[in-house]
T-cell receptor
Framework: AQKITQTQPGMFVQEKEAVTLDCTYD???????LFWYKQPSSGEMIFLIY??????QNATEGRYSLNFQKARKSANLVISASQLGDSAMYFC????????????FGDGTTLTVKP | EAGVTQFPSHSVIEKGQTVTLRCDPI?????LYWYRRVMGKEIKFLLH????????ESGMPNNRFLAERTGGTYSTLKVQPAELEDSGVYFC????????????FGPGTRLTVL
């Protein structure tokens, strides 16, 4: 069975500092994708970054990077130079490439950036 | 390019009533997904359309929920009759071609059943 675990219900970070949001996953399928989404207070889900299970390098998108450790089954999101607008809930998700697109989500981590 | 849109943004109904949620995917996206987040719990998959066909509906909670995607464009999710436990945020997502493409989410519909 697929499972995503986000162990940090809430995180605080000082503006301009970096923060790591944890995500571990459980799967026996070798082919999958890992995603991070941001949900600000307005409610929409914003796609941030994607990592494929066969990708050799860690994904990066601007200030977002994904620390992918396949053997440990972890896919932590690193946000560098935090901004006040980064305050939001962040969801880690996984999708098996053989499972017709169904995504499994973690419970989310609420990030608060302090000025 | 317009993103995924959902209507209404909020709906408050009484137990036993019917509600229909609508999702318009990004133009040209064949794959359409419904998810929901019940208060305090994780986002859960409901079902997946490829064009007008239901590819996977394993997450639909019971037969009070009916999803359609006539013509392979927009989709509707009807809850009839609504129960208190149906309250939550219903998200729609779409992806372009294959199921491995990134899913782009709409803003969600917040459903409250009183």
């Amino acid at each position: 069975a697929q499972k995503i675990t986000q162990t940090q219900p809430g995180m605080f970070v000082q503006e301009k500092e970096a923060v790591t949001l944890d995500c571990t996953y459980d799967t026996s399928d070798p082919s999958y994708g890992l995603f991070w989404y941001k949900q600000p207070s307005s409610g929409e889900m914003i796609f941030l970054i994607y990592q494929g299970s066969y990708d050799q390098q860690n994904a990066t998108e601007g200030r977002y990077s994904l620390n992918f450790q396949k053997a440990r089954k972890s896919a932590n999101l690193v946000i560098s130079a935090s901004q006040l607008g980064d305050s939001a809930m962040y969801f880690c998700a996984m999708r098996h490439n053989t499972n017709a697109g169904k995504s499994t989500f973690g419970d989310g981590t609420t990030l608060t950036v302090k000025p | 390019e317009a993103g995924v849109t959902q209507f209404p943004s909020h709906s408050v109904i009484e137990k036993g009533q019917t509600v229909t949620l609508r999702c318009d995917p990004i133009s040209g996206h064949d794959n359409l997904y419904w998810y929901r987040r019940v208060m305090g719990k994780e986002i859960k998959f409901l079902l997946h359309f490829v064009k007008e066909s239901k590819q996977d509906e394993s997450g639909m909670p019971n037969n009070r929920f009916l999803a359609e995607r006539t013509g392979g464009t927009y989709s509707t999710l009807k809850v009839q009759p609504a129960e208190l436990e149906d309250s939550g945020v219903y998200f729609c997502a779409s992806s372009p071609r294959t199921a491995t493409d990134t899913q782009y989410f709409g803003p969600g519909t917040r459903l409250t059943v009183l």
